[in-house]
């Protein structure tokens, strides 16, 4: 059953006058890891500078995902993992990210492959991401829930698709561009997905001192969405 569950209490020291969905959201990602901030946190691109950023559907077109891949396999004597360690990054990216505001809080910021912005570090790995449209969907009774950057969705299940949808533009993008360059398959690709998703769903609730039983129903929620549009993200049974 769909659950119309409120969302998780946010940081409440903030007044409703300054509650800006996405910027409440990341205040709090980013005290889940107070040493490195940008683990789950997003920026908002109009709010940074240039440099070191570049928009996902660009960098997927102009060769970023063969880039890096060369570049890992490079520092790595197994191909195999080195196309993990690439493919891990962008999922972290796209899934990852949203996946942590997910469970903790009942909230989603856009990650489509048109909305989505990496930033890289000096090595040129990824560090953090950022999104240029910065609504946000969110769950009734959400405190920033009138706020004009919010759409409300009715329910956490309808959340869990509409993440789902707008996250798969983004990785059916990055794997084609992987599947061209290394041997890494479909159903380890996604089982990827799969575990980052529960990886959030366990941990995230634990360093925030959330509840878990929320975090782990939303990252099912989400992962039956992924199931759902043909994306296999749970672990294959052996026959």
């Known amino acids: 059953m769909p659950t119309a569950a409120t969302a998780s209490p946010v940081d409440r020291t903030r007044t409703d006058r300054t509650c800006t969905a996405l910027a409440d959201s990341c205040h709090r990602l980013r005290r889940l890891y107070p040493d490195y901030p940008r683990v789950y946190a997003v920026a908002a691109v109009a709010d ?27 520092e790595m004597s197994s191909a195999d993992s080195a196309a993990e360690v690439v493919a891990t990054s962008f999922i972290h990216a796209v899934v990852g990210r949203v996946a942590a505001s997910i469970v903790l809080e009942g909230r989603a910021w856009d990650p489509g492959i048109e909305n989505l912005w990496i930033h890289s570090d000096n090595d040129g790995g990824m560090d953090w ?17 009138a706020e004009k950057d919010v759409v409300v969705l009715p329910c956490e299940q309808s959340l869990g698709v509409w993440t789902a949808h707008r996250c798969v ?17 479909y159903l380890r690709y996604w089982s990827i997905v799969g575990e980052t998703i529960i990886g959030a769903a366990t941990y995230v609730p634990i360093l925030a001192e959330a509840s878990e039983s929320d975090a782990l129903r939303r990252g099912q929620g989400l992962l039956d969405a992924f199931t759902t549009i043909g994306r296999p993200v749970r672990r294959q049974r052996v026959a």
């Not at 533009?169 to 398959?185: I, N, P, W």
């Open 48 to 74: 940074e500078g240039k440099r070191r950023w570049w928009s996902l559907r660009d960098g997927v077109e102009s060769g970023r995902v063969e880039q890096m891949y060369a570049r890992a396999r490079g």
């Open 129 to 145: 991401a950022g999104v240029v449209d910065t609504t946000v969907r969110a769950l009734p009774g959400d405190p920033c829930a």
């Open 169 to 185: 533009t983004s990785l059916d993008a990055v794997y084609e561009k992987l599947s061209d360059c290394t041997e890494l398959g």
